[in-house]
C-alpha cells in the first residue's frame, strides 16, 4: 500500500500546486550562525512518530523547489514518512564545495533526531546526483552512528573523470562497447564553471569559467533546455564578457546548438578537469578507504535515457559498495535525470521493476514491514 501510494502521487505531482494529504511548510534547522532553512513535507493525518527521511538536492538553483525534488518529498510523505529538504545555498549557486552539503545533513540528521514525531533508529539519506556521495559519506561517518539507517540515490555517479568524458563527449562504456547518448551541456557547463581556471596553465581562463556559470544559471532560472536553439542567445550574451582570445575555449563548453564539442580538445581536457575538481574538492568522489561494513543498506536508482550522467555510473557505484554495504541498483526506462523520461509506451516488466525498485527503497526506513534480508550484496538490476 505505501508503494502503490508512492507510486500515484509521484505520477499526479503537479508543479506549483500542493498534494492532498501533504503537509508542507518551510522550516529553519540548527542555531545561531549555522542554521540554514528547509522544506519539511508530512503527512496531514495518520499517527506519529513517523519515519524520517532527508532529501539532498544536486547542483542546482531551484533547491529543495526543484520540480523533481519537491515530486519526490510529497510521494515520499504520501507514503506515511516525514521528510526533510535542507538548502545547500553553495550548490543553489552551483558551486560544488560538498562541505556545505555535508553541514547540511549532520544539521537535517539532528533535526529529526530530536523531533518526536520523528521515529527512533535513524533516518534514510536520499541523495540526488552530486549528492548521493556526500549521503554516503554521510552515513560511513562514525560521529552519526545509528542515526542513518538508509540511503538511497538517484542518477548519480562514482567517477568525476567518467561524468566529465560524457558530458564532453556523450561517450559511455556498456558492455565492452563504447556507447553514444547526447549530453546535456548544462552538466559540462557547471563543472567547468567551477575548475576549468583552477587546471594549471588555464589560470587566465577564470572569464570563461565565469561565462560559462552564467549560462547555467540562466539555464536553470529559465527552464530552457541547454542543447536546444533557444538557448543559442543566451549563450551569445555571456560570451559577450569573455576575452576575445578565449571565446574559442568557451565555445568547446557552449557550441551553438546544432553542434558538439570538438572531440580532440574534449579529450585532452577531460583528465585535467577530473583532476583539478578532485584537487579542488577531494570529497566529490567516494574514498577507496571507505570502510567496509559500515554502510547501511543501500539503493541506487538510475535512468537508462540521464543525459547529464550516464547510467553506467550508477552501475560502476553499486560494484564498489558490494563489499561494504548490502547494495542494489536499478536502471529504469522511466527516468531520465530529474525527471520522468517522457515516454507513453511502458512496458509491463519495465513497470514491475520500476515498482520493486521503490517498494525496495521504501523498505529502507522499515516502516512497511518488508526488508531484504542482511546478507550478501544483490546484483543490478539493468
Not at 45 to 62: D, E, K, N, Y
Request: aromatic residues 6%; proline residues 8%; hydrophobic residues 40%.
Amino acid at each position: 500500500m505505501r508503494t502503490l501510494r508512492w507510486v500515484t502521487t509521484w505520477a499526479r505531482a503537479a508543479p506549483g500546486k500542493p498534494t492532498r494529504g501533504v503537509i508542507t511548510e518551510d522550516v529553519r534547522i540548527g542555531s545561531g550562525e549555522e542554521a540554514i532553512r528547509a522544506r519539511r513535507h508530512r503527512p496531514a493525518v495518520g499517527r506519529s512518530p513517523r519515519p524520517g527521511w532527508v532529501i539532498l538536492h544536486g547542483a542546482t538553483i531551484p533547491g529543495p523547489d526543484h520540480l523533481a525534488i519537491a515530486r519526490l518529498a510529497v510521494a515520499l510523505a504520501r507514503a506515511g514518512a516525514d521528510v526533510l529538504v535542507p538548502e545547500v545555498r553553495e550548490w543553489r549557486q552551483l558551486r560544488l564545495d560538498p562541505a556545505p552539503a555535508l553541514k547540511a545533513l549532520r544539521l537535517a540528521i539532528e533535526h529529526m533526531d530530536a523531533d518526536p514525531g520523528v521515529r527512533s533508529g535513524g533516518v534514510v539519506l536520499v541523495g540526488t546526483s552530486f549528492g548521493c556521495p556526500q549521503a554516503l559519506i554521510a552515513a560511513a561517518d562514525p560521529v552519526l552512528a545509528g542515526r542513518v539507517r538508509g540511503v538511497l540515490g538517484f542518477g548519480t555517479y562514482h567517477s568525476l573523470a567518467d561524468t566529465v568524458r560524457f558530458g564532453l563527449t556523450g561517450q559511455f562504456e556498456w558492455r565492452g562497447r563504447t556507447e553514444y547518448l547526447r549530453p546535456d551541456p548544462y552538466g559540462r557547463w557547471v563543472v567547468a564553471s567551477n575548475y576549468l581556471h583552477r587546471i594549471p596553465g588555464y589560470e587566465e581562463a577564470e572569464d570563461v569559467s565565469r561565462a560559462l556559470g552564467q549560462l547555467a544559471t540562466l539555464a536553470g532560472q529559465h527552464g530552457i533546455m541547454s542543447w536546444e536553439p533557444s538557448s543559442d542567445p543566451f549563450k551569445e550574451r555571456v560570451m559577450a564578457s569573455v576575452s576575445p582570445g578565449n571565446r574559442r575555449l568557451f565555445r568547446l563548453f557552449a557550441p551553438v546548438a546544432d553542434r558538439e564539442p570538438d572531440p580532440a580538445v574534449a579529450r585532452e581536457l577531460i583528465p585535467l578537469l577530473a583532476e583539478a575538481g578532485r584537487a579542488t574538492h577531494p570529497g566529490l568522489e567516494l574514498p577507496d578507504s571507505l570502510p567496509s561494513s559500515v554502510l547501511p543498506p543501500v539503493r541506487l536508482i538510475h535512468g537508462r535515457h540521464d543525459h547529464l550522467i550516464p547510467f553506467t555510473e550508477t552501475l560502476a557505484l553499486e560494484r564498489f559498495l558490494r563489499k561494504r554495504a548490502v547494495v542494489t541498483a536499478t536502471v529504469t526506462d522511466l527516468f531520465a535525470h530529474s525527471k520522468g523520461s517522457g515516454r507513453r509506451v511502458v512496458r509491463v516488466g519495465e513497470a514491475a521493476r520500476f515498482v520493486g525498485a521503490i517498494r525496495g527503497a521504501l523498505a529502507l526506513d522499515g516502516a512497511s514491514g518488508w526488508q531484504r534480508h542482511a546478507g550478501p550484496a544483490r546484483r543490478a538490476h539493468q
